[in-house]
């Protein structure tokens, strides 16, 4: 018999221990019971318990719908106010059917109520619901012009455009309201009682004063606008184009001479080019955040070769003080010809030196105010030859370097038109430049 197939012997206590070659032989025979011992359960086994990861997931609970179970306590109000919560009980059901009364946390618009307004949408987590409601007119008592010295002169080439203006609706509750010519029911007539539309040509009502009624409800205003022979030209009515086609527009370029695009009806500057909302500016507009080195130019057209004389409305912004937040409490006169040139169809416009933007404010004022900042003034610079076709006015504000050369002023003690509160010039606001054709 082969030697690996005889029997083993068992060595008697005190034998010595096995041969290395017999323990490697019954490790090997041994090695395939005790794996059996340790492995999976047989069929016959009882299952084992499944791992955390093997468990299944349970189902995530959501919001299946939203209804109203009771409604609030005043579902009629008078239009400007606002809606009231006040007894609303919502109730939520969720995907397990399980319900539950929602009485806060919920959300809705504040809002001033209008008479067009029939429902009001409530919204918690992912749904909403929307409560029905009764909106009443309330009595008018007057009707009134909010926007004090704002500008209503208008060119026969330029829209007249009232769009900007703000009336002060008073109410038989007290409570009063801002009307434009845009709210729903106010309508304009002229003083023929002709339907007047907004953003007419101003040539529709020919050179000279006119009366414009402006009627609200049972209400009305009347309004004196002037229309000149020519252009007037907001400052802030840019044309991005490449190459536009209107009648009259504004482009305007950066310090490095690289037109730039312009932002309008913006209720504050965001550090370019740009038009800020202002009620008393014409057009309720004006273009700020002009720098040293900006330019702009005007662009009109003329069916006649004729002269004109030019007229541009402009702010200082030159701040002597200001509150420490910025805002400004005193600004400085201007003069126009230290702070931009001219030029009219490539051709400079002389400019005298007693044309002066008004500063405002004064140097005991504590309470700083932007409005400081708009204090606008109508100045003539100079007359220009008009040609058939295309004309452009250009102007170009002065340099920093120029401006730094100025003599030092002996309330801030920097150059003359740097801010006090700052490195940056005082650059004026424009708000409109005005062609009257001879």
Not at 42 to 69: E, G, R, V, Y
């Amino acid at each position: 018999m082969p030697e690996s197939l005889k029997p083993l012997s068992i060595k008697k206590k005190g034998n010595k221990t096995m041969s290395k070659k017999r323990k490697q032989i019954l490790f090997a025979l041994l090695l395939p019971l005790v794996l059996i011992g340790c492995g999976k359960n047989t069929a016959t086994d009882k299952p084992s318990t499944p791992s955390i990861s093997q468990k299944k997931p349970s189902t995530k609970i959501t919001l299946k719908s939203l209804s109203i179970k009771t409604m609030p306590n005043k579902t009629t109000y008078k239009e400007n106010e606002v809606f009231e919560s006040d007894g609303l009980v919502l109730l939520a059901t969720y995907s397990d059917e399980s319900e539950k009364e929602i009485k806060s946390g919920y959300s809705f618009t504040e809002d001033p109520l209008t008479l067009d307004t029939k429902e009001v949408i409530v919204r918690y987590s992912t749904k909403s619901v929307t409560v029905p409601i009764k909106v009443e007119a309330l009595i008018l008592k007057s009707l009134s012009l909010k926007t004090e010295g704002a500008r209503l002169d208008f060119g026969t080439k330029s829209e007249i455009d009232l769009s900007g203006l703000e009336f002060l609706a008073t109410y038989d509750n007290g409570t009063t309201g801002v009307v434009t010519i845009e709210t729903a029911g106010v309508s304009m007539k002229d003083e023929k009682e002709k339907d007047f539309q907004n953003k007419t040509l101003g040539s529709v009502l020919g050179e000279g004063e006119h009366t414009i009624t402006v009627n609200y409800r049972e209400k009305s205003v009347k309004l004196i606008i002037h229309i000149i022979n020519g252009y007037k030209i907001e400052a802030e009515s840019a044309s991005n184009e490449e190459n536009p086609t209107k009648e009259s527009y504004v482009k305007a370029k950066d310090a490095s001479g690289n037109y730039v695009t312009i932002a309008t009806n913006l209720n504050t500057g965001n550090g370019s080019i740009c038009g800020i909302k202002e009620s008393k500016a014409s057009g309720g507009q004006f273009l700020g955040g002009l720098k040293a080195g900006s330019t702009i130019e005007f662009y009109f057209t003329s069916t006649i070769a004729t002269k004109a004389t030019i007229n541009i409305s402009a702010a200082s912004n030159w701040v002597l003080k200001d509150d420490g937040a910025n805002k400004p409490t005193w600004t400085g006169d201007c003069q126009v010809n230290e702070v931009f040139e001219a030029s009219a169809n490539g051709k400079p416009v002389f400019i005298s030196d007693d044309v002066v933007l008004k500063g405002s404010g004064n140097k005991d004022n504590t309470v700083g105010d932007y409005k400081l900042y708009r204090n606008f003034t109508d100045v003539d610079f100079g007359t220009m030859d008009v040609k058939v076709g295309t004309n452009m006015i250009s102007i170009q504000f002065m340099s920093a370097e120029v401006f730094a050369s100025y003599p030092k002023s002996e309330i801030t003690g920097k150059p003359k038109y740097q801010n006090s509160t700052n490195s940056n010039y005082g650059v004026p606001g424009i708000d409109y430049l005005q062609v009257t054709l001879n």
